[in-house]
């Protein structure tokens, strides 16, 4: 089997904790700061932390650009709650800096999300989720893919999806251990496009291996 090369875009977030993850699903892992670092990768994580810091140092370092590219070109990219913001087309509700410019994204998956959508950091609740895509993880023929145990930090929701984009995820306002109850239809948690994928929930944080192994997956071209 072919060893995939990932890169986990290390400017700011749980770069670590990544890495982690990718290795122990049968991936190299390389921090990510430059762009001749970018070229040299089969796909990309983009971690969780803050969606505004990440986007302004990714102009910073000149990877804005290099990036957008190579997402416009075809590469595999997943984005963790944080990385989910940079994926999306759109945000409902963009921070803003000192001169009114609202932050910018490297787009992608044509989706609205809205951040901090379950709260802030008091409001940070687990729970288990039905995750479509999984099956290679399940125990024989026939048996579905085990929940996935999910941790939400001050994590976003997406709000609209595009015809593209596949909805892998969702959490029932009565499975959010908030304060104060959610209510209304299920909140977005996990979607795929094509080479893109997106939580709104941190997997390398619980031990859980199966949402990188479907990203790597779909880096060969397994899934």
């Not at 921090?31 to 040299?40: H, I, M, N, Q, S």
């Not at 590469?75 to 410019?101: E, F, H, K, R």
Request: net charge negative.
């Amino acid at each position: 089997m072919i060893l995939v090369k990932v890169g986990v875009l290390a400017l700011q977030g749980d770069v670590r904790e990544h890495a982690a993850a990718l290795e122990a699903s049968g991936a190299q892992a390389v921090p990510v700061r430059r762009p001749a670092e970018l070229a040299g990768v089969d796909g990309l994580v983009i971690p969780g932390g803050e969606s505004t810091t990440i986007d302004k140092l990714t102009r910073i370092f000149e990877l804005d650009v290099p990036l957008k590219e190579r997402i416009a070109e075809g590469m595999p990219v997943y984005g963790s709650c944080a990385g989910m913001i940079m994926l999306a087309d759109q945000i409902a509700d963009p921070s803003t800096d000192l001169a009114g410019n609202p932050q910018q994204t490297l787009g992608g998956l044509d989706i609205t999300v809205r951040r901090n959508a379950f709260g802030r950091q008091r409001e940070s609740f687990e729970t288990d989720l039905r995750f479509s895509g999984l099956e290679f993880s399940a125990a024989g023929p026939g048996a579905g893919a085990a929940p996935v145990h999910a941790v939400f930090i001050r994590a976003p929701w997406v709000e609209r999806v595009g015809s593209s984009v596949q909805v892998l995820a969702q959490v029932e306002p009565a499975e959010a251990s908030h304060t104060q109850a959610l209510h209304g239809a299920a909140r977005i948690v996990a979607v795929r496009s094509r080479q893109l994928l997106a939580t709104s929930f941190h997997p390398e944080v619980t031990g859980e291996r199966r949402v990188h192994e479907l990203f790597i997956r779909m880096i060969r071209g397994e899934a």
